[in-house]
């Protein structure tokens, strides 16, 4: 088991780099196995710069804390479409420990990707699988969730 270390902070380098497209699936196997291990079972997704790897791969938790929960490895993933309709919610990032920020994101999007065997799969995924995706794949552009941040006129009041 090799759990690696997490990069942290919105000015390094790594995290602010745009990773590049996985061409051989089959040279990232470490790769994958070293993510699934560094996730922790509260974690809900994990990008390759998050781990210092400029590589187009994230690994994500669908359908949390239900009987669904299933992990998901994405090679290159791609968004293809993305609702208008759009939602504010609440975003942690592994890379920015102990931050909360708001964040809009679209309702209902739909992800191509490649899986762990090279083959290509599409899922059309809505509110938190969706945001999820949103906030992982943003990584792979060496964007993060604080470059987002929305100002939520209600905290406040709550
Ligand atoms: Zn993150």
Do not use: Y
């Not at 497209?21 to 196995?33: D, G, N, Q, S, Y």
């Not at 974690?43 to 690994?59: F, H, K, S, T, W």
């Not at 604080?146 to 209600?154: G, I, L, P, Y």
């Amino acid at each position: 088991m090799a759990k690696l270390k997490i990069l942290t902070g919105t000015d390094n380098k790594i995290l602010r780099t745009k990773s590049v497209e996985i061409k051989h699936v089959t040279k990232i196997a470490k790769l994958i196995k070293d993510m699934k291990d560094t996730l922790d079972a509260k974690d809900l997704g994990l990008a390759a710069p998050q781990v210092g790897e400029n590589v187009r791969m994230c690994l994500i938790r669908l359908n949390p804390s239900t009987k669904s929960e299933t992990l998901v490895f994405m090679i290159n993933p791609k968004i293809t479409e993305m609702d208008k309709e759009k939602e504010i919610g609440e975003e942690g990032c592994l890379s920015l420990p102990g931050l909360w920020v708001n964040v809009e994101r679209a309702k209902k999007i739909t992800v191509k990707f490649l899986d762990t065997k090279g083959k290509e799969q599409i899922l059309m995924l809505e509110r938190l699988n969706a945001r999820i995706i949103q906030h992982e794949v943003d990584h792979l552009d060496g964007i993060l969730m604080v470059d987002r941040a929305v100002f939520d006129a209600n905290a406040g009041l709550r």
